[in-house]
């Protein structure tokens, strides 16, 4: 396996922006530190469970991609403008709203169900990267547990950066949205236009 071209590809789709990472921001900025902590553990469950079936199916959805890519990438391009949507229309608050800490569990476990993202990100880590050069239990359990905790430990940096700048973002809120909800588009746009190629 090629180690370098693996950790890269790992590192970069579980860091940059994304449906996790944005509402591990917004969670934490608008509800504070242990709010977003709280996403964080929801959307380790949903890994837990999201790579699990997709180490298992990988090698049959694997195959039925090029017949499904348009349908993934579309269903993806309405979910990255639903978040911008819904980042646009976040207002900065100066005090700390209340949420139920299940809810906000549950929106990150089930939140991987939906998220293109990371559905793409493990069907293609698993298919790509792991199952055409591991087949020992041990080593696939390793890479599970890897896998699972990688994306959810990037969110909670964003958990951090949502808390430590919560003062700039409340002063510059509204600009900050719109700038990511303008990326979000963007990253739609993309995907549609990828369905065409």
Known sequence: MNYIAFFSFVFFTSITPGPNNIAAMMYSSKYGFRKGVLFVFGCLIGFLCLMLCCAVFSSILYETIPAIKPFFLTGGAL????????????KPHSEKDSIKDTH???????????????????????????????????????????????????????????????????????????????????????MALDIFR
Do not use: E, R
Request: some cysteine; overall charge positive; proline content about 2%.
């Open 104 to 190: 906000i569990v549950l929106h990150g476990a089930l939140q991987q169900f939906i998220n293109i993202k990371v559905i793409i990100y493990a069907i293609t880590v698993w298919s790509t990267f792991i199952l055409p050069h591991y087949n020992t239990f041990a080593a696939l359990a390793g890479w599970y547990i890897f896998l699972s905790c990688f994306g959810p430990i990037c969110a909670f940096c964003w958990v951090v950066v949502g808390t430590s700048f919560d003062k700039l973002l409340g002063k510059y809120g509204t600009v900050i949205n719109i700038i990511m909800a303008l990326g979000l588009v963007y990253c739609a746009t993309a």
């Open 79 to 90: 979910y990255m403008l639903y978040l911008a949507w819904i980042v646009l229309k976040n």
